[in-house]
């Protein structure tokens, strides 16, 4: 398994990020979809007892996405590419400032995406 960290020094409150970040995906969620393809919202709701970063966040928000991504690649490509093969699955787990983000596994992909972020106090 792969880990890496990343630090990012921002110029604004952690809270003032949360407002940008949640503005922003909005936005981009927004402007992308339309015509069958952009982002599919399946699942947005509220999470509690379920344990991220050992313990520490247990409720949050919960959302499954599909990113529909046909109309972002080449036409040789979705000629080439087996159904189903242009769309990327997603769940997120948002227990802000605490975010788990990844792929589902199924059972014909041997590839598993995790991602973690924090959002912390110069600091920590």
Known sequence: MLIKEYR???PITVEEYQVGQLYSVAQVSKNE???GEGVEVRKNEPFENFPLLGGKYSS???TYKIYHLASRVPAYIRLLAPK?????HEEAWNAYPYCRTGQPRHAHSHVCV???AVKVL???
């Open 8 to 10: 990012v020094v921002l």
């Open 33 to 35: 979809t339309g015509g």
């Open 60 to 62: 949050g928000q919960y």
């Open 84 to 88: 189903g093969s242009l769309e990327v």
């Open 114 to 116: 995790d991602y973690c």
């Open 122 to 124: 110069d600091g920590y």
